[in-house]
């Protein structure tokens, strides 16, 4: 247990055992002593000299860092994270139906630790007064069947909660946290690998750096921190390789991990979490995993992370466990202390059974007994006492009082030390120790767009697919409406073409919902630790959609214009491509809007659709906007579509000269359009002389702007039309920032 | 390993060595000895006499239950499972891109078994000349990392290859097996559990009962088989939960699996084949399930499984194991022997360490070596041949030869010693021995509905999702065309309005894909082992899905009918109704079609979107009939929204006497309509004279007919498109039948 916090390289226990492992570890593992260190200690000297410039003061770091480097003293340890009494409990439903609480099974339930009821809902403690510390160097396991409350602790100490329901107190060398410094020198890794699939581990890990490495290091320096953590991961061989997704071969589930983790501590952090990161690996995986964190641990970070039956090499790199059931404590202490504590306990655990799984199994059993684990919780606390009244200095109880180091000094002797802690100065307060964001906002927009751009480069078949549906659909109207005349049958049918292809540019954005989904994952995580602003996000989300917007939108207008036979020449075309742009630009912010609400895909797909739908209802195609009833005018006016659609008749039929109704046409949409030529000239002539004008068979009747007038298309005119339409885009996307802003509070209440 | 195919019920060695264990397990697998072997002893009693009356016959079975019973011979195992020398590879595609050929990483694949090769592909092989024997009453597991070839051996045992791909052979009892044999006295548990949300533990097997269950059976003693099954499993505390999903709270992973597994061995089958049963599971509910494996071998049946890392306690449940490395075995033995051979091999196992991570471990570590697995493989076969020349007692090579039953005796032995082995009967020939289908088709139709109801009847939340879409998309027509006027505008939206409405049925099925794609993977496995005919699962489908079809299009007619105000009274009301009750036919017929080609849900529901959009597109709505281009007319006519769309039009216009333009309304859709009404009727007299008739402001100048003529909505009449509507609906009710014969082949190639 006196262990130093410099990098310790000699072989662990569990290698000597296994002989066999140490070619292939050393194969893997190669050049991390050789690496890394000299990284290390070069980014140390950095820091160092950097912060000699800045304050002149270095006197409080350096002894600190002399104490424990010459003198050897057993307690030489800078941080430790202690919590005490951790409470925390929730409102839960009653259930209130008659044929459960009949049912044998609720026997079960019934024990469940209750304290607060009400007739409508009872109070679970999901935590029931937990205390413990956890020093550097070391890896702390929290252990326990599902639902024992690990997850929920490892949320309690990363500070993932609401903190009034959670009652205790966590502190780091005896200060309380503040949550922005927290932010920045702590790491959480969830379960989920969520990273982008076309990026290489070495691009995935150079982007992170970007994100979190303060602007002062130069962009070399980044580089061979990311090298450098390359190698302490093990990851060497696999730096090239994509990380990959389903549809594409990429690096194994192991290294995927190892590439999580990479990114969560690619600013070197004090504090890191894990919650299971070795659930879905095969045992040789989790056994590296566990490896690297240990290796982690040792250059001075505090590693607490829950887990599931490890096995027996993963128990040796374990320092301390914690066994939680039912939110209490059962066992805490050393792994190897477990078999004298059930067997003082009355359960020896027989020889070459596993000894955690043996604890979860009694622990198990104990849960389904009438008693419960009362007696082992019982047991477990006399048992601590006992043990550390006989031998006060094997724990670390008293370690703060006799070698502690104030917050603000541990934080300082660890930027000397190599610990990077982005953009660190050595400021009077501890809040602006830290700055919240590493970098300004151009940077990160432009991090972010790049990143997105490589990603997107390297998945051609996505945007492949909208182009081919754009096409596709663009092919069959154009066939479809193929030089329409300029009959009044032919202005019915260009209504209709409008119609049709203002929702299809809509429709095809909703393409894109499952992507904007998986990437908000991603964007989440980020977030959560302040690798980015979410503005950044929401800009260079916003840039990187419109090439493949501009491009799409010139494959539909130039398939559709000529072919319809559609009127302006090029600058009427140039405005139909603008409007389609800005349909596709007012769509596509639509969507991305709703990826920030929706929690599904099948969900969110539904919903875009039907609104579409409504959208195209009430454009004004179905009914006139003079004709629609007053209780519903409102929707006209939101309808997305109605924009577009006004815009590109106007375009079509703004032409006062052109003409669509010549002659007897005017007969064509009345009873009349049966008669014979003859008769309807003559009908015509009647017409002339009752009115008292001149009307012949090419005499123009009806212009493009009386036909503005039919359909009611009279309020704005088509710039107008152009500008509310991309306005509306804009709109979307300050929702979407909005939504972010209020969806990613990944705090439990 | 001398064990006796009858009911073993003493306490297993690993049992005995974790005491606190007995009580736990007394408690949640009461009954077992009690309540199993009553049953099947009863209906052992009930089979045997039944072969009495049909055949008089009973002799040999009965000598070889008693030999066994009586004589206590150490070789009476009336069922062996050997396979040999099997050989499986693949052809995959080759690699071409230059960057992967020069990667590093590539020196681990080249290792790979690779025999045939060609420029453009080479061949892998899986499965390396492997061989074994599975006697009953033993758990064989298939051992091996990920990709080493576990689930191929599996899926050839199970006979889930094409038979040209495999070589080597496999015989039950030294006799080749027929598929169809196969089917019924083999059980293939795959890894997921497919099952029915909102059955209880007891309905999932009641109703598996009732699937495979032979029709002789009365309907009591199927559920005594229940009964006996759920005691077997342990399930008795959850016989009456639901399974649950997502949504709704059921069983725990543990109690789902096994449930997965009892609806697959509720016939008693003979094999048993699993893929990774306790994969997902904390090492009790693993230890739990294996127990109840053990307990199904012990009653009579081989049981061969795949397991990744079983823990301590299950590696003492096993009988047998094969490790594989690359389709190669490297051990095959019993589990106990493990640290023996890997001594030998020169690679001790270190005390406390777990056999089989070891193991995992030394052959990743080898495969990783530049000389790969060759010189285990090589040793494991030197091993072998040495072992069973020192002990020839020790193994089971020779048993057939020397104490075996034929296959025709061994299943007639079975069948009197309580197995059921649907339907069979003593016949002569072995193919015949058991009918392909254990129900007639009424019978499998009658379950499935009643089934499908019972699932159904308990989410009711799935059909007010889709009542709401409906409710709601009906007011928003309802009230947007609110009382429509019989003037020529009124006209234009009520063409509009028929044509959203029919859109929207066919829009509203979509959102049952889902569920019937989640449906279609328990159809594929009940399928593959002949539970029910294709054709039954065809038609109950569409019986069950009528009901709600029927409410769905009654809340959608009577929302708009009235309040749209369309024409024809209470016959036209009807009308309305059948036309829209065809239509949701139609659509769900089209959208289960679809369900059952397109793999993937966001897929499918793109797909249908799309396809719905261009089906009205071409509709006669955009473009009348007679205008639409000759290349495009065939997509008008198989367009389904076509037929219900003309069918309302016919209905609303169908009175020659009801009028739309009259008097002066004439001049609505000309030019002529802005001007004065003083002049519009001087306008009409002119046009009287000039006719030679009269026009007053109370003619009536447009009826119906002529509406329909102008739409040219005139080749088919309404009861026509009825009747095409409903003809569409059987259309793609059997083009599903059609996909589901040909998607449901589950054997590779």
């Known amino acids: 247990m006196s262990r130093v916090v410099a990098e310790n390289l000699s072989p662990s226990p569990a290698r000597d055992s296994v002989p066999f492992f140490d070619r292939r570890e050393a194969m893997e593992m190669a050049g991390v002593g050789a690496a890394a260190s000299p990284t290390l200690g070069h980014l140390l000297k950095v820091v160092g000299d950097m912060r000699k410039e800045v304050t002149g003061d270095e006197t409080p770091a350096h002894q600190a860092l002399e104490m424990r480097e010459n003198g050897m003293e057993p307690r030489s340890l800078p941080f430790v994270l202690s919590f005490s009494n951790l409470t925390y409990s929730v409102k839960v439903p009653r259930k209130m139906s008659w044929p459960t609480l009949f049912r044998g099974r609720n026997a079960a339930t019934a024990s469940d630790p209750v304290t607060g009821e009400t007739f409508f809902t009872r109070t679970k403690v999901l935590l029931n007064d937990i205390s413990g510390e956890a020093p550097d160097g070391e890896i702390m396991a929290v252990m326990g069947a599902s639902g024992s409350g690990k997850s929920t602790l490892i949320d309690a100490l990363a500070n993932r909660m609401a903190k009034e329901s959670l009652q205790g107190t966590i502190s780091l060398n005896g200060e309380q946290l503040e949550s922005s410094l927290l932010k920045v020198i702590s790491a959480y890794v969830m379960q989920d690998d969520l990273l982008f699939p076309m990026l290489t581990v070495e691009e995935t890990l150079m982007f992170a750096a970007e994100f979190r490495l303060p602007r002062s290091l130069s962009k070399s320096k980044k580089k061979m921190r990311v090298q450098a953590l390359i190698d302490q991961l093990g990851l060497r061989n696999a730096a090239k390789t994509v990380i990959g997704d389903e549809g594409h071969r990429g690096v194994s589930g192991g290294e995927r991990r190892r590439v999580s983790i990479g990114t969560d501590i690619i600013h070197d952090p004090i504090l890191l979490f894990l919650d299971e990161p ?220 409008f119609a049709f292809a203002m929702s299809t540019t809509f429709y095809t954005c909703a393409d894109a919902l499952p992507v904007f989904l998986q990437e908000r994952y991603i964007f989440m995580r980020e977030t959560a630790y302040n690798a980015y602003r979410r503005s950044s996000y929401v800009l260079s989300h916003s840039l990187v959609a419109l090439p493949s917007l501009l491009f799409l939108s010139l494959a539909f207008s130039a398939t559709t214009f000529w072919a319809v036979g559609l009127d302006g020449g090029s ?83 703004e032409d006062p000269t052109k003409c669509f109704v010549r002659g007897v046409q005017i007969f064509d949409n009345t009873p009349l359009a049966a008669v014979p030529l003859a008769l309807k000239e003559k009908l015509l002539n009647g017409l002339s002389s009752s ?59």
């Open 278 to 497: 070795t659930s879905g690996l095969d045992s040789t995986s989790a056994y590296m995993v566990v490896k690297v964190l240990q290796r982690i641990a040792q250059s001075g970070s505090i590693v607490i992370m829950s887990i599931h039956q490890p096995s027996y090499r993963i128990l040796g790199l374990l320092d301390r466990m914690i066994f939680l059931s039912r939110g209490h404590t059962v066992y805490s202490g050393s792994p190897s202390n477990l078999p004298l504590f059930f067997s003082d306990f009355g359960h020896p655990i027989p020889d070459n059974e596993n000894r955690t799984e043996f604890a979860l199994d009694l622990i198990r059993e104990l849960e389904g007994s009438p008693g419960g684990t009362k007696s082992l919780v019982e047991f477990n606390k006399s048992w601590q006492t006992m043990k550390r009244s006989g031998n006060p200095n094997s724990e670390t109880t008293a370690l703060m009082s006799t070698y502690g180091l104030s917050l603000k000094e541990a934080i300082s002797a660890s930027i000397s030390r190599g610990k990077l802690v982005s953009g660190a100065t050595n400021d009077a307060t501890s809040t602006s120790l830290v700055p919240t964001f590493a970098n300004p906002l151009w940077i990160e927009l432009a991090v972010l767009s790049n990143r997105s751009f490589t990603n997107t480069r390297r998945m051609p078949e996505l945007f492949g697919i909208r182009l081919g549906a754009v096409l596709v659909t663009g092919f069959i109207l154009a066939t479809m409406f193929w030089h329409l005349d300029n009959s009044p049958k032919g202005v019915q049918e260009r209504l209709g073409f």
């Open 571 to 653: 600058s009427g075309f140039f405005f139909y491509f603008l409007i389609i742009f800005a349909s596709f630009w007012a769509g596509s912010s639509f969507v991305t809007f709703l990826s920030g609400v929706v929690p599904h895909v099948m969900l969110g797909y539904t919903i875009v659709v039907a609104i579409l739908a409504y959208f195209l209802l009430f454009s004004g195609f179905f009914i006139n906007r003079d004709r629609i009833p007053p209780y519903w005018i409102w929707f006209h006016y939101i309808s997305l579509v109605k924009y577009p659609y006004e815009a590109v008749l106007q375009n079509e039929f």
């Open 691 to 749: 009115l008292g004008m001149k009307i012949t068979s090419t005499t123009c009747v009806t212009t493009g702007t009386d036909i503005l007038q039919q359909e009611g298309v009279t309020d704005l005119s088509k710039w107008d039309c152009l500008w509310i339409t991309i306005a509306w885009g804009f709109f979307f996307r300050i929702l979407f920032y909005f939504s972010l802003l209020l969806g990613s509070k990944n705090k439990r209440r």
